[in-house]
């Protein structure tokens, strides 16, 4: 089977940085994925990793470590607007387009 | 890209009825998925729906309970049989092209049951 654990809850200021980590244990990996769900809104992309690294997409960054099934993503000069649940989320198992498994996510609150 | 709408937003139904949602995919996409999210909880994956065969079930969910179709590549259904209250949630569908990493999701149906 396949669970991801990460933090329920972060709260920062306006302009900080937050981390947001995830460790998964699956039976076969493809790899990483981040997911932005606004209060009542639909989740969508944020970014990918397959390979061990850091992948940046302007204020957002994600990082995968395989070895130690381990991954952040990381939101730098945080605006308001980033205050949302943030959900890791792994395709594992045996089949590469198969489906993807969601951890409990991360709300993140922002205050002014 | 894939834009995803479903129909119906939302409804409030009575226990032991069912409720059929459509979901409508505006480009031919290999897979296609059906999610349940409690508010402020993880989406939970009922199933995958394949084209022109029977959908592939998740534990603890079963054909009879949550019927899936779909008849071609933009397009899917997802029945809630004999609904209870434990059924009240919110339904999303997914789609995903093959070799695309990035997977879309539909607003989701939000569903009351009394």
């Known amino acids: 089977g396949q669970s991801l654990e990460q933090p329920s809850e972060v709260t920062a200021v306006e302009g900080a940085i937050v981390q947001i980590n995830c460790t998964y244990q699956t039976s076969g990996f493809y790899g990483l994925s981040w997911y932005q769900q606004h209060d009542g809104g639909a989740p969508t992309f944020l970014s990918y990793?397959?390979?061990?690294g850091l992948e940046e997409t302007g204020r957002f960054s994600s990082f995968l470590s395989r070895s130690d099934s381990y991954g952040y993503l990381l939101l730098q000069e945080l605006q308001m607007k980033d205050s949302a649940s943030y959900f890791c989320?792994?395709?594992?198992?045996?089949?590469?387009?198969?489906?993807?498994?969601f951890g409990a996510g991360t709300q993140v609150v922002v205050t002014p | 890209s894939a834009v995803i709408s479903q129909k119906p937003s939302r409804d409030i139904c009575q226990r032991g009825t069912s409720l059929t949602i459509q979901c409508q995919v505006d480009?031919?996409?290999?897979?296609m998925f059906w999610y349940r999210q409690q508010p402020g909880q993880s989406l939970t994956l009922i199933a995958t729906?394949?084209?022109?065969?029977?959908?592939?079930?998740e534990s603890g969910f079963v054909i009879d309970k949550f019927p899936i179709s779909r008849p071609n590549l933009t397009f899917s259904t997802l029945t809630v049989s004999n609904m209870s209250p434990e059924d009240s949630s919110i339904y999303l569908c997914?789609?995903?092209?093959?070799?695309?990493?990035?997977?879309?999701f539909g607003p989701g149906t939000r569903l009351l049951v009394l």
């Open positions: 997914s789609a995903r092209h093959r070799n695309q990493e990035t997977q879309y």
């Open positions: 480009s031919q996409v290999t897979m």
């Open positions: 729906a394949n084209q022109g065969s029977e959908a592939t079930y």
């Open positions: 989320a792994v395709r594992g198992g045996t089949d590469s387009w198969g489906k993807l498994q």
């Open positions: 990793n397959a390979l061990d």
